[in-house]
């Protein structure tokens, strides 16, 4: 498996684009109940440099190459847009909660606020209002 996916390069958040793909790829995903994984702290990472900060959106983007990926191989494009549609709604706010603004289409807005809890959808609403989310 580890040689069919390639971690995207100079971008945050690349494990995402790798891990979806490795599940995609698995014949068989097995749970158990122990902790298998240990993050080691790497000083030349480029989640240590102050880039970083500068690219919150990173995510999105990432996520974006991961659906065309997946629609590439060939997988069932609402299997993707459900899995995905989840993980950029939960980034967005994140994003919003540090005060960033984001300018969006109302397409891409409420693609955001569908299937969402109703909490988060005023959140989103409430971003709107404070200037923090402006509609193109």
Sequence with gaps: LVE???FPENMVY???????M???Y???????NEVLYFYRNNPSSIVN??????????????????HE???????DDDTVYKFIKRRMSGRLYSVLKKSYKVKMSRGFYELMCENVK???RLKFFWYRQLGRIILL
């Design 4 to 6: 069919k996916v390639m």
């Design 14 to 20: 690349e494990d995402v684009f790798y891990s979806g």
């Design 22 to 24: 490795i599940l995609y």
């Design 26 to 32: 698995a014949r068989s995903i097995e749970l158990v």
């Design 49 to 66: 440099k102050e880039v970083v900060t500068n690219r919150p959106l990173d995510y999105l983007l990432v996520l974006s190459m991961l």
């Design 69 to 75: 990926e997946l629609i590439r191989q060939g997988l």
């Design 118 to 120: 109703l909490s988060r």
